[in-house]
């Protein structure tokens, strides 16, 4: 779990870059189209593009993190030990999801990329995003099942390191 992890920050840190990728060329085109009478061709293709493949690459480090919305108004009154077996039962769940959102994103890439599909302004291959977007899922998936097996605070050296304290 911790180099699910690890991977995971990552992820999210190449997702922090896209994103500030797309903030900057959004500054410069709309000061271009302001100020110097010039636009940046493709500017809205390539910021769907991009924040499509940062909201995948943001998934697994949101699931190592618990901070998927849990609607929790039910399971208040339960036993600790039944929320977690519901908890486990609901990352199972989220794994399943995921692996079958990396299987369909995998095949709609494929589609792509065998039909040589591509952007209306640029001609940008679309399957690169599909591409982006299918390690992600992978990823958030196998920590979905690693959550589902070993707990979800498995792996959580923040959690080791509070409980530690509180003994």
């Keep these: 779990m911790k180099t699910l992890r690890t991977l995971a920050k990552l992820f999210a840190i190449l997702a922090g870059l896209l994103l500030t990728f797309i903030t900057l060329m959004t500054c410069w085109s709309v000061i271009g189209r302001n100020v110097l009478d010039t636009s940046l061709v ?26 998927n919305i849990i609607v929790d108004f039910f399971t208040t009154q339960l036993s600790i030990k039944k929320q977690a077996g519901l908890d486990r039962f609901g990352a199972l769940l989220l794994a399943l999801l995921f692996a079958l959102l990396a299987w369909r994103t995998t095949l709609g890439g494929l589609n792509s990329f065998n039909t040589n599909s591509e952007t209306q302004i640029l001609g940008f291959p679309e399957w690169t995003v599909y591409a982006a977007m299918v390690p992600p899922f992978v990823l958030t ?7 589902m097996l070993f707990g979800l605070d498995a792996g959580d050296t ?3 390191v509070a409980g530690e304290v509180q003994a």
Excluded: N
């Excluded at 593009?49 to 909201?55: E, L, Y």
């Excluded at 998936?141 to 959550?147: C, D, K, P, S, Y």
């Design 42 to 67: 493709g500017d809205f293709e390539l910021t769907g593009m991009a924040t499509g493949a940062a909201i995948a690459l943001f998934m697994p480090y949101c699931q190592t993190e618990r901070a």
């Design 141 to 147: 998936a196998l920590i979905g099942l690693g959550q």
């Design 158 to 160: 923040d959690t080791a």
